[in-house]
C-alpha cells in the first residue's frame, strides 16, 4: 500500500489531515537532522497499528511532498 503524504515541519501544533487521496501532516519537529520524517513515520506506524520500520519513505526525503509505503 502506498500513502502519499504532504508534511508541514516545524508547525505551532500537530494535525493530520485527509484531504482526497493525500495524507496532510503537520508535525512540531523541525526539517533538521530527519527528525520531521522519523516523526511522520512514527504517526503513520501508529495509526496504520504496525512497527515504524515496515514504514519506509520512497520518495521526498528531502521533499514536503513524500510517498511512503506500507509493507506487510
Sequence with gaps: MYIKVFVTPSAKKEKIEEKG???R?????PALQNLANDHVREIIANR???????VPILTGHRSRVKMI???D
Design 48 to 54: 496504520l497499528g504496525v512497527v515504524v520500520g515496515k
Design 21 to 23: 487521496d493525500t495524507l
Design 25 to 29: 501532516i503537520s508535525v512540531r519537529e
Design 69 to 71: 509505503s506500507m509493507s
